[in-house]
Each structure stands twice: as structure tokens, then as C-alpha cells.
């Protein structure tokens, strides 16, 4: 069945290193989110797109995250440079805007960053 | 968005119904209540949504109070698999700038108990 993917599933970087973490939305979901767990904030959002255009980065640090959707099939969040306190649970969901609302998010594995 | 309040933990035996609570006083006309839950370790996983009238899935049942300041998502006979974080959101349900946002509070943890 359609799921959305995450790659990598886990990353292990030190501090000052740039971080890539790409997601894979379900085909024909023209909605695209990015959020990120930590056991102190809880989930958070941190953008969204659609159909490619960003929507709301309100949630995202400007000086060092940048979100990207370079097509339909690849949305890109990067960290440069990455800061201990980056370390989290990045996830990426997608949908389908049906009737003006998303309403049903599907969510992927999730990209666990450790940043020393 | 209105805030949500849940309890922090339930226990739930194997087979009965779990009946899960969420308080939204605060809730306006134009908002709906959505469910969510997380099983250790994977992404939030939809569940149902609701704005006034009852509504019921594959999944579960959802009551929304007449005033609509709470309502209880039903786990019709819970399973060692439904053990899971459950989270209760309250969205409005239009497409616009940040209308799409989910915001998640701490939700209930949710243990079937075999």
C-alpha cells in the first residue's frame, strides 16, 4: 500500500555539520509537512507545501533550517549548521487538499538526528 | 486553535471498549475535532474527525457533545496493538495560511492491558 518514506531513518552527525533528510510523499499527494518530535516541545510543526510552494515556515529557525521541494516526489529539510539541540524525531507527512481541507495526514517513519 | 485537554494515561482490558475523553471548551463553530494516535516509535497514524454529528470508521467511533465542548473517541474492542499515544486536535477545517497546522498536546497514553 502507499506510504510515505523518509530517508535516512537514522543520522548521527557531528556538530556544524550540514544534514540532509529527504522525504517521499504518497504519489498524487499534493501536500507536503515537516515536523519534528522532541520529548520536551512534543510534536511541532515545522513547514508545509503545497503543490510545491511553501505554505508556512513559521515553525522552522530561518538561520539554519530550509525546507525544499524540488519536485512532486522529493521534499528536502535541511539543517546547516546542525546544533546539538536539533537532535529530535524529523517527520514528514503528506496529503491530498480534497474539498479546501487536508484532512487525513499521512505520516512517515521518521528521520531520528543525533547531533553530538 | 482551541486548546485540548486530555487525561495523561488510561489502562484499558484487552476486547472491552476504550473510551478515550477530550475536553475543548474553547472550541468555535467553524472547528473541527480530529484524532490522531502514535505507536511507539512510528508517525502519527489518523484516526477520525468529527465536527458535530457522531461519526464512526473502520477504526472508531467519535461522540461530540451537543455544545460541543468535549467528546470521547471509542475503541469498539481494543487490541494489544492499539496501545499507542492518542492525541485529540481541534482544527479548522478550511484551506488556508496555517489553517492546515495540527498542533499536538501531550495526548493520553493508552495501555491494553492483555
Known amino acids: 500500500d502507499a506510504r510515505v518514506t523518509q530517508t535516512p531513518r537514522d543520522k548521527v552527525t557531528e556538530m556544524g555539520q550540514e544534514v540532509t533528510m529527504r522525504c517521499q510523499p504518497i504519489l498524487g499527494h499534493n501536500t507536503v509537512f515537516w515536523y519534528r518530535q522532541t520529548m520536551m516541545q512534543g510534536l511541532e510543526l515545522l513547514a508545509y507545501?503545497?503543490?510545491?510552494?511553501?505554505?508556512?515556515d513559521s515553525g522552522m529557525p530561518k538561520d539554519r533550517f530550509s525546507a525544499e521541494m524540488p519536485d512532486a516526489t522529493l521534499a528536502t529539510l535541511k539543517i546547516q549548521p546542525s546544533e546539538p539541540r536539533d537532535s529530535a524525531v524529523y517527520f514528514c507527512a503528506s496529503g491530498f487538499l480534497l474539498a479546501g481541507v487536508v484532512n487525513e495526514q499521512f505520516f512517515g517513519p521518521g528521520t531520528r538526528l543525533t547531533v553530538l | 486553535d482551541a486548546k485540548t485537554t486530555q487525561p495523561p494515561s488510561m489502562d484499558c482490558a484487552e476486547g472491552r471498549a476504550a473510551n478515550l475523553p477530550c475536553n475543548h471548551s474553547?472550541?468555535?463553530?467553524?472547528?473541527?475535532v480530529y484524532w490522531y494516535r502514535q505507536i511507539h516509535s512510528q508517525g502519527p497514524q489518523y484516526i477520525i474527525h468529527?465536527?458535530?454529528n457522531n461519526e464512526t470508521n473502520e477504526m472508531a467511533s467519535l461522540i461530540i457533545t451537543e455544545d460541543r465542548k468535549s467528546s470521547t473517541l471509542i475503541l469498539p474492542h481494543a487490541t494489544l496493538r492499539d496501545t499507542a499515544v492518542y492525541y485529540c486536535i481541534v482544527r479548522v477545517a478550511v484551506s488556508g495560511f496555517g489553517n492546515e497546522k495540527l498542533t499536538f498536546g501531550t495526548g493520553t497514553r493508552l495501555t491494553i492491558i492483555p
Open positions: 474553547t472550541i468555535s463553530g467553524n472547528e473541527y
Open positions: 507545501f503545497r503543490n510545491r510552494a511553501p505554505l508556512d
Open positions: 468529527g465536527l458535530k
